[in-house]
């Protein structure tokens, strides 16, 4: 396993190079008429019968085009021959036309470059700088909770903008669900040591792959073996979804897409099974080997089994409600959860087309997309209330403890953490000095958090969490970005330097952050703390709902 990490990492590095598996020639000689078919070459009815050409432009992966003038004819009866032999034609009255030019037969769809599309370009690197940051204080804030609190999952893994958010036992006493029969139905047994023991195997490498696992605890503490029906569900979906995109490296049908997201939302092992199932089956046929491809193939498999996991990072699945203040933060668990959810998973869909580099029809719908995951969401919160009041002793028979990895495996994570954001980059940025810039002031903090900062010293400061921590940085990001546009000449180069200046203020709220005390009290238990914190709560959520719909915040004092 050890071996086949290291070699992984050593080809994503490699794959970052633009030449690593492009073409520098396409070689086309001669047509049948089923592979000019094939092509979608068609000849316009008014061009008449004789000798005539066509000039074919085939896109590479980085937009490079390749031509090939092909010679054809067309007889007397207005049949084209691709072989160019129309040996009854008349020479005196046969007419030879200018090249016919026919482009982007590669695919179907029409080649894409971020660098184009700067608004779009623009909104995705605000949103994945700012989804970032605020994933990384979530981590960091439950890092810090483990002193006090004994029920923390540890330390959780990240993979770019999908996080693993912890999931508390929030009660030690049976309930009515757990005396029922909901869940006691035939191998039920054998269900649960299935996930319980694929859960501890995977908690040696993988803090991540062990919280994906346990995600569908909620619908086994209830429905028992029924649950378990989603991992062949998933597998299902996977190979349908690659028998639809026939094997190709591309986002399946939106219907497709649909129902995984169903499952994922209520089991991220399920939808994560469906896009291994995906991501497997593409590789093992041939079509991912070029980094368009490679990437496009992982976006597919994490908008699979990510918007679950993303939403228990951003705001807590369980929640005990004694009082009103747990109340108020129950309902803010609900808006927030499904609204920072909707926002980053239509961001998600929307950089499809920069990763494939060609404008796909799946990005037209990441708002519909975005809408479904977030009321499927809804529902993913009421039933894991259920499960937490009512099926505590068996949330807790399937519940495994995340191990706290070792400085071996925090190295690796953050090495390969590290590799996939530089590759993620890369299509909107292009293997420029601004990358490696950026992707430096990324990396320093994600190295230093391993060891160096826990000597740092510590300073009463106070700085924005959670939502509050992500509309600052979008309000600072815009502003920023705003000041320095009028600077360059192109928009090519405002966006490799913009991805450079996005990076910076989350380096610095990291190293705030890092020499930050917590607080011994809650400022928020006191009666005028608490009035401040649920008017600039709801001030707060109004903000990010702009932010949500494009509004650009520093705009307002520009």
Known sequence: MKKLSVLLLLLLNFLVLPSAFGKDEVVIDRLTSAEAEDLNIEIPDEVPPGFHSVTIEVYDDNGTVSKKILDFCKDEKGIVQWDNKCPNLALDNVSVSEPVQVTDIKTGFKNYDPINDPLKTKG?????????????????????????????????????????????????????????????????????????SLAHRFNRFSPLLTRTMQDGNAIRAIFGSFAFLLVPIGFMLGII???????????????????????????????????????????????ITTRPELLTAIGVLVLFFAPALLASAFRPFRRNVFN??????????????????????????????????????????????????????????????????????RLRVLHVEIREPNLNQKVRSVIFKISVFVIMAAPFVGSTFNLFLGALIFATPQLTSLK?????????????RGVFKIVVMIFVMELITNWIEGMFRTQASFLKWSFVVMALPGFFLHYLDAITDSPKTDWKKSQLGRMIYRIGGVIIFVLMVLVVKGVDLASWIS
């Open 124 to 196: 995705i690197q605000l949103a994945a700088f700012a989804a970032l940051a605020a994933l990384s204080s979530v981590k960091r804030n439950e890092k810090q909770s483990q002193e006090d609190d004994s029920t923390s999952d540890g330390e959780q893994e990240s993979l770019q903008s999908v996080s693993a958010g912890a999931l508390k036992l929030l009660k030690d006493e049976p309930g009515w669900g757990d005396l029922s029969r909901t869940w006691r139905n035939p191998l039920t047994g054998f269900s649960d040591y299935f996930f319980i």
């Open 241 to 287: 979804s690659a028998i639809n995109t026939q094997t190709e490296a591309l986002p399946p049908t939106l219907g497709i897409i649909i129902a995984v997201m169903f499952i994922a939302i209520f089991d991220a092992f399920a939808g994560f099974v469906a896009g291994a199932t995906f991501f497997f089956i593409t590789l093992l046929t041939g079509h």
């Open 324 to 393: 009103r203040d747990d109340l108020w933060e129950r309902i803010t668990d609900y808006a927030l959860g499904t609204l920072l959810t909707f926002w980053v998973i239509k961001k998600m869909v929307a950089a499809m087309n920069g990763l494939a580099r060609l404008e796909l029809p799946i990005t037209s719908h990441g708002t519909q997309l975005a809408f479904i995951a977030a009321g499927l969401l809804t529902f993913r919160y009421a039933l894991e209330e259920l499960a937490g009041e009512h099926y505590p002793l």
């Open 452 to 464: 160096l900062e826990d000597k740092l010293p510590k300073f009463k400061l106070y700085l924005p």
